[in-house]
Structures are given as C-alpha cells and as structure tokens.
C-alpha cells in the first residue's frame, strides 16, 4: 500500500529530539510522501530544511490563526519568496480558531492576506477552520481558492459549499473518537472521492487507543482503515484515492 500523510507537522517542537532519526525511518514504511504544513514564521527554516532533505517531503508556508500574533511585518514576502521552492506546493495552514482566544480581526486580515497571496501565486491553501465555520466559508466563498479544508468538523452543508468551490477535505484520527466522531463521520459519508485526502496532523490527533501520546505518519494507516470500514471498500482502494487526489491538488508531478 502507497501512502500519502497530506498533512503532517514535523517542525513542531516535539520532534526536536529525534526529528531527522523520525523522518528517516519512513522510508522503511508504507507512507511513500508526506506533506509538512507550516504554522508560523519561527518553523520557516525547519520546514524548508525538511522539503530540502528528503525526496519523499514536500511542504507548506504559512501562518496558523493560533499564532498570528507578533507575525512580523513582512511575512507574506518571506512566504512569497519560501514559496518559489519547487517543493514547497501550498500556502499554510491558515484559517480561522475561535477555540481559542487570538483577536478575531487579526485573524481574519491575515487569513485574507494569505488567501489573496495563493490567488496571485496561483498555488492551493491548506484551511484550518476550528469553532469558526460560517465565518471561514463566507471568507473562502469571497477568494474562491484552490485547496484543501484540513481535519474538518463542521456541519455537512458548509463543507459541500467547499466542494462547490473545488475545494478537496482531509480525515484524520479523529475519526476513532467516541466522543468527537459524529461530526467527522457524517462529512466523510458524503464526500466524493475525489474529494478525499489523509492525514495524520502528527505529533497531534494519535488515534483513539494511544490518545495523548505523539502520533506520527505511520499512524495515517490506522485512518485509511477507518475510512475502508466505514464507506464499505478496501483500504487499498481508499489509500490510492487519497493519494491520486493529494497529488492532484498539490500539483506534484510524478511517482
Ligand atoms: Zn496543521
């Protein structure tokens, strides 16, 4: 089976310890490409360092709503210019977070700025959208991009005006939890699939049986089996879906 983890995190600081040892052991695995999405200024360099060192990464840039503040004046030409990077092939994650407290203008300025950056690269986003819904839609509604709404939970009915725009969704590990499940599940049942991308969000969302423990790509397996179980198909038919699709949309040529 031929893996793709489209959203991944190995800048995040918990992998400090032993991110190159982490990232070297896939290539012993089944996940055959990874996409590292970028969530502030400070993991610039560790994101390109990633996309930079290992054939099978390719990677995001860009600023997450939980840390847009103190984003320096000029971020968007440091991501405009990151972004040149022939493996750097989406602008992210970006979006909206009312879980927590960020002031709600700044994050919608620099949502939009972002959002209007991909338009004039003609590059696809990668959309966190957590407690913020119908403000998130009205925004992608209004700048129409190309992308993809990452580890979604909201109602059925915004998600199919995403699908409206053309936009792709990504499942992860949350699909195990008895007691977030119902939404996830009932926005898997009605996406298309070529619509449907994996990921593990990892060192976050491990599944149900090792919650709270660091999760990393190896854990998207446990997604696809998930997704196989409860659409009714074999994992490796939701695994070459999910993997034709994240090459699609992030425009990767090959493999
Ligand atoms: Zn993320």
């Not at 103190?70 to 040149?84: C, V």
């Not at 599940?185 to 060192?203: F, G, Q, V």
């Not at 993997?243 to 425009?251: D, L």
């Amino acid at each position: 089976m031929k893996l793709f983890d489209s959203h991944v995190h190995y800048e995040d600081a918990q992998f400090d310890i032993d991110r190159n040892k982490r990232l070297e052991a896939l290539k012993e695995t089944e996940v055959k490409m990874i996409l590292n999405c970028c969530s502030d200024v400070e993991v610039f360099d560790t994101v390109m360092g990633i996309v930079e060192n290992y054939d099978f990464a390719y990677g995001s840039i860009g600023i997450h709503p939980h840390w847009v503040l103190g984003t320096p004046e000029n971020y968007l030409q440091r991501i405009q210019e990151l972004a040149k990077h022939p493996k750097i092939v989406a602008i992210g994650e970006m979006g909206l977070d009312y879980y927590w407290d960020e002031p709600k203008d700044l994050q919608k300025k620099i949502f939009r700025e972002q959002l209007a950056l991909a338009k004039k690269l003609d590059m696809p986003v990668i959309i966190h959208d957590r407690d913020a819904h119908e403000d998130t839609i009205e925004i992608l509604e209004e700048y129409r991009p190309k992308g993809v709404l990452h580890r979604y939970s909201g109602p059925v009915d915004i998600l199919k005006r995403a699908f409206d725009l053309g936009m792709y969704v990504s499942f992860n590990n949350d699909l195990s939890y008895p007691e977030w499940n119902a939404a996830p599940i009932a926005c898997l049942m009605e996406t298309p699939w070529d619509r449907l991308l994996i990921e593990t969000d990892c060192p976050y969302a491990a599944p149900y049986e090792r919650q709270n423990e660091r999760c990393e790509a190896t854990d998207v397996k446990n997604v696809v089996k998930l997704i196989a179980e409860l659409r009714g198909v074999s994992e490796e038919f939701v695994a070459q879906k999910a993997y034709e699709n994240a090459m699609n949309v992030y425009e990767i040529k090959g493999n």
